[in-house]
T-cell receptor, first 115, second 113 residues
C-alpha cells in the first residue's frame, strides 16, 4: 500500500532529446506527487510537483503527466541537457494527520545526457 | 531566506557507538522530517517532528530517536550503531503538516566501521 515503483533504473539520452521517467503508486490516499533531482553528494532538490486534480503540469522544460485511474505519473524532460544528468526520484505523500507529508520515494533513475 | 542546513557533513563512527546529527530548518518552517538514504536507494522516512512533538514514525527501531527545539531545529540520535546504519541522513523542513512542499538539506554522510 505504501510502495512507489519507478522505472527505468537508468536512462541514457542524447542532448536535445526527451527524457521520460515513470512511476506507479498503490495507495489511493496519496494526494501529492513531487519529483526530486539529486546530484552526487547533495540532498534532493524539489523539481516539480502535481496534485491529482490535474492531469498535467509544466514548468519550463519539465512536465509531469498524471493518470489517476491508472495510478501512474511520469516526468518528461524536454530538450535534455548535460546539466540534467542526475538521479531523479519520484515520491508521494498525503496531507494532514499523523505522519502527514511522509514522503514515500521510488527507487530512483540515474539519468545521463550525452553531449 | 535561509535554506535547510545540516551538521556535520561527514562522520565516521565505530559499531556500538552513539551519534547525534543536527538540522536547522528553513526560515519560517516548523516541521522537520528525517530520512535515511542508503547508497543507490531512495530516502526512507525515519520520523517527523511538528512543534517539538513526534508526528509519525517510519519502520526504524527505537534506537533512532529525535528532538525538536523551540526554534524548530532538530536532532537525530542513533544509539548502538550498526554497520547497516552507514548512509546519508537527510532532514527536510516544511511549513506545517497542512502544506505539501518539503525542502531537503545537504545531508550528513555517516560511515560506521
Amino acid at each position: 500500500q505504501q510502495q512507489v515503483k519507478q522505472s527505468p533504473q537508468s536512462l541514457i539520452v542524447q542532448k536535445g532529446g526527451i527524457s521520460i521517467i515513470n512511476c506507479a503508486y498503490e495507495n489511493t490516499a496519496f494526494d501529492y506527487f513531487p519529483w526530486y533531482q539529486q546530484f552526487p553528494g547533495k540532498g534532493p532538490a524539489l523539481l516539480i510537483a502535481i496534485r491529482p486534480d490535474v492531469s498535467e503540469k509544466k514548468e519550463g522544460r519539465f512536465t509531469i503527466s498524471f493518470n489517476k485511474s491508472a495510478k501512474q505519473f511520469s516526468l518528461h524532460i524536454m530538450d535534455s541537457q548535460p546539466g540534467d544528468s542526475a538521479t531523479y526520484f519520484c515520491a508521494a505523500s498525503k496531507r494532514g494527520g499523523v505522519g502527514a507529508q511522509k514522503l514515500v520515494f521510488g527507487q530512483g533513475t540515474r539519468l545521463t545526457i550525452n553531449p | 531566506e535561509t535554506g535547510v542546513t545540516q551538521s556535520p557533513t561527514h562522520l565516521i563512527k565505530t559499531r556500538g557507538q552513539q551519534v547525534t546529527l543536527r538540522c536547522s530548518s528553513q526560515s519560517g518552517h516548523n516541521t522537520v522530517s528525517w530520512y535515511q538514504q542508503a547508497l543507490g536507494q531512495g530516502p526512507q522516512f525515519i520520523f517527523q517532528y511538528y512543534r517539538e512533538e513526534e508526528n509519525g514514525r517510519g519502520n526504524f527501531p527505537p534506537r533512532f530517536s529525535g528532538l525538536q527545539f523551540p526554534n524548530y531545529s532538530s536532532e537525530l540520535n542513533v544509539n548502538a550503531l550498526e554497520l547497516d546504519d552507514s548512509a546519508l541522513y537527510l532532514c527536510a523542513s516544511s511549513s506545517g503538516t497542512s502544506s505539501y512542499e518539503q525542502y531537503f538539506g545537504p545531508g550528513t554522510r555517516l560511515t560506521v566501521t
